[in-house]
């Protein structure tokens, strides 16, 4: 996306305080784009607070807004896979509460390439080799305009340009596995080098991004319950391919592809109903021959709405387009609405007569381990006016409904 793109719209910018980040900061004051700058401080290590500090003093100067946050890690664990989980959570909420288009992220062409040689090494079949330079991370859209930059040239703009910076003394130790190979195999490397590297894995992205096409063209990924008759009209290369970008969709951890080999050649044999446990928190269901994935452990959701939002979680989304079951018309009486998982006591009216939920779940054979996750949409007054894939009540049933709500 170029600068000119960018400065339509309104950004939230991560901002660490190390030269790369700084860097984005400074171009996109210089190119008057419109960012509120954010800092996470976790505190982990002695130099935190004075890049912090830096950040600050930058955006200060030059009346940049400034929100940060000081998240504490409470169970032990991969800090790092915490630390970016809470900041991301972090940009998403800013951006929402500021109307930001998206996140601004200074990821560079070194990034790029260790992120490349990580997934080759873990062995596990990413969807992107690399980083994409546009993306989504929690909902949020995520735009990387430094990716075609190398961390020498970005040092380098800091030094020309006086751009104050902190160094981030975690990245100088091997401690880490990105470290080691930022280290010693791509300091090896000439920029001429990366550039062609880098080049070569984004043809083979552009190749799998055919391949994914042509398999949304069959199946859509974004369909919560998986007819298994039309899943097994794709051949096995698309079959894995397609369970990769389901997964993905649904917020889950894509597991390897020797997994993902097993998993297809059990729903080849078209029999029968079974549960797979594939991480800690969800499984593969198969069920009455449509296949889903639920959570291992007893749901419990609440999201309240003043008006319509488009948006997705991992139990259900907020659609404009839709089936007839998943639709609801809504009046202005109804709001706040509650999207929220069943309780015992739930029944909902239909044109057809009046049955308590859990009846209607039989009537309709949802799997049982899907129903504790199930949708409810609920108005103002108390009512159940949607139950997806059951249908609406028959007060909030109308030719042009005002949304959908999807499992």
């Given amino acids: ?148 930059r190398t961390k020498q040239q970005l040092q380098d703009y800091c030094d020309r ?89 649904q917020g889950a951890s894509v597991p390897s592809e020797a997994f993902l080999i097993e998993l297809t050649k059990a729903l080849k044999q078209k029999q029968g109903n079974f549960n797979l446990t594939f991480s800690k928190d969800r499984r593969f269901q198969l069920a009455y021959g449509f296949f889903s994935l639920d959570f291992t452990e007893e749901v419990s959701y609440c999201y309240v709405l003043d008006k319509i939002e488009l948006f997705a979680t991992p139990y259900f989304k907020v659609a404009m387009q839709g089936e007839t079951t998943e639709a609801v018309t809504l009046a202005e009486e109804d709001f706040p609405i509650t999207i929220r998982s069943p309780q015992p006591q739930d029944a909902i009216q239909l044109r057809f007569g009046k049955k308590r939920l859990n009846r209607w779940f039989i009537d309709r054979k949802i799997p049982p381990d899907q129903r504790r996750s199930w949708p409810v949409v609920v108005n103002r007054r108390g009512e159940i006016v949607l139950v997806p894939k059951i249908g609406c009540n028959v007060a909030h049933y109308s030719n042009n409904p005002t949304c959908f709500v999807i499992k």
């Fill in 1 to 148: 996306m170029r600068w000119d793109q960018l400065a339509e719209k309104k950004w939230i910018i991560g901002v660490s305080g190390g030269p790369d980040s700084m860097v984005l900061l400074d171009l996109c004051r210089r190119h008057q784009v419109a960012v509120v700058c954010a800092h996470v401080n976790y505190h982990h290590r002695p130099t935190a607070d004075r890049d912090q500090q830096l950040v600050e003093d930058y955006c200060h100067t030059h009346a940049i807004p400034f929100s940060s946050r000081s998240p504490i890690q409470e169970a032990s664990g991969n800090f790092q896979a915490w630390a970016r989980d809470v900041r991301y959570a972090f940009f998403a909420e800013l951006a929402k509460a500021e109307g930001a288009a998206g996140v601004l992220i200074a990821h560079h062409l070194d990034d790029f390439l260790e992120t490349a040689l990580l997934q080759q090494e873990s062995g596990r079949q990413s969807e992107v080799l690399g980083i994409r330079e546009e993306g989504r991370v929690m909902g949020v859209q995520v735009v990387r305009p430094l990716l075609n």
């Fill in 161 to 249: 340009h006086h751009i104050p910076y902190g160094i981030d003394e975690s990245n100088l130790s091997d401690d880490y596995r990105r470290n080691q190979l930022r280290h010693h195999q791509l300091a090896e490397l000439s920029e001429a080098q990366k550039r062609s590297a880098v080049q070569k894995l984004k043809r083979r992205n552009r190749n799998r991004q055919k391949r994914r096409d042509a398999v949304k063209a069959k199946l859509n990924p974004a369909n919560q319950i998986i007819s298994q008759e039309i899943f097994l009209t794709l051949n096995e290369a698309e079959q894995r391919i397609f369970l990769r970008m389901w997964m993905q969709e």
